[in-house]
């Protein structure tokens, strides 16, 4: 009789050889049967492990004399204990009381003789490998000794499974899932889950891979819109933003993770969130600062108390802000932050109002404006190289929004700043390169509110002088296309 067994090929780490002697008792060298023997306590059993690549399953005979044929190095007999194969429910199948021994075997003192084909290359080094050691734990069940590595389990297991040696699996999984994996060896627990039953695979398998959303859940309902991989790099952002003692190095580290990560989209989208959240905060503040209401409700301390933290926070977001808008524009995923930033009108004219109170910004936060021109001209800069490409109509409305800004800017912040001037210079010559792309009526609408950037000398504002000549050549141009 015989039964059919999955394919499955063994390799080896670091489990002992299979000729050397297992730990106690050791069993005794024979060459009663072949050269090629082992032997364990209490034999009564002969068992040969032949190869048998031909075919994709493998049959247990007992007493099969071609088996007992081989070619030398095709095989290895064992001799081991039937009681102690008991312990695998495939072997105690094959030892139940539906079989006896030969009446040859019975009556002439020779052990009954049990044949298992193995599915392995004859080429390979050790081909008999983890079947022994499987052999050898259902004598010793010292499973302590024999798995002390990933890859010993990840050898010991398919051929547990094979032999229905329930404790072996049991002590490999238990083995497995309490350890860390090598990425080859993830791989290999991939590929045996399969064979596992489904709560030990889930167990193993939960390490690999998200859980599956169990539809109406809680969780599921929280987390409709956002995968694992959006949740950690959404956490991670976080954490480098606010909650990290050391932020440049997290800083630095994320910003590696997001630009080593493969899927643009889900790194597009982390970005995105983040930026708008920032920017919602961001305008809070300011909208608290600007409020009329604020002003007459609050007395003169603790206004002045509470508007300097809410500048000192809509600084620290300011800052945010721009780590974000230097990661998308780094990445290409810039667009969505050109769009929202270009809708800003309203923050501009917040910002504007703060500006116009010299003292407050001043003494609380001299540093602010400067930041927000730094976003704008970060992003300014990218529309200006074409990444990202953005509508006509974002084009104009970034520049109308922001450049009431940077004319303040210009006129109160640069005298204090001047080391920090080339920021405002640069975005002049920025947002004159984007009016430069609009029609020829618009150009004119944004350009004539440039004429603060000429308030240098001439020899220093020749990026203005270009725009209004390119503007002039056009606008002299006889109409092109339509009727003529």
Known sequence: ??????????????????????????????????????????ADLLLRLHLDPS??????????????????GTFLDLHVSSASLLRSRYFAALLSDRWSPSPSA???????????????????????????????????????????????????LPVALELLFDACVEACIRFLEAVPWSEDEEARVIDVAPLLPADEAADLLARVSPPPVVAGSSSAAGEATRSPSE????????????????PAATKAFVAMLLKDYPSRDCVRKVLDDAFHSRLETVKELMGKYAS????????????????RLNLHSAA??????????????????????????????????????????????????PGLPMLVIRCTLRLANSVVTGEPLVPRQVRMKLVRSWLPVLNVCRDIVQPMHFHKSTNCQELEAAFLQIISTLPVPEAQELLQQCLGFSTRNVDDCQHLVAAFKTWFRRAGRAPLGGDN
């Open 1 to 42: 009789m015989s039964l059919r067994k999955r394919q499955r090929s063994a390799s080896s780490s670091r489990l002992t050889a299979f000729c050397s002697p297992p730990s106690p008792p050791p069993p005794s060298s024979t060459s009663s049967s072949s050269p090629d023997s082992l032997s364990f306590p209490n």
């Open 55 to 72: 075919h994709d399953g493998a049959d247990a005979e007992l007493d099969t004399k071609c088996h007992f044929a081989a070619a030398p």
């Open 106 to 156: 019975a009556g002439g003192g020779r052990l009954s003789r049990l044949s298992h084909s193995v599915v392995a290359s004859p080429s390979s080094p050790r081909p008999f490998h983890a079947h022994v050691e499987v052999l050898r734990l259902l004598h010793t069940l010292d499973f302590a000794g024999a798995i002390r590595s990933p890859g010993d389990a990840l050898d010991l």
């Open 231 to 246: 949740a950690m790099l959404h956490g991670l952002i976080h954490s480098a933003l606010d909650g990290h003692p050391v």
């Open 292 to 307: 009329p209401d604020f002003r007459v409700a609050v007395d003169s301390d603790e206004r002045e108390a509470i508007q």
């Open 316 to 365: 620290w977001n300011v800052k945010h802000l721009y780590w974000l808008i230097e990661r998308m524009v780094d990445l290409r995923v810039a667009d969505n932050a050109v769009t929202l930033w270009s809708d800003q009108a309203a923050l501009a004219a917040d910002l504007q109002k703060l500006l116009n109170d010299a003292d407050m910004w001043r003494n609380m936060t």
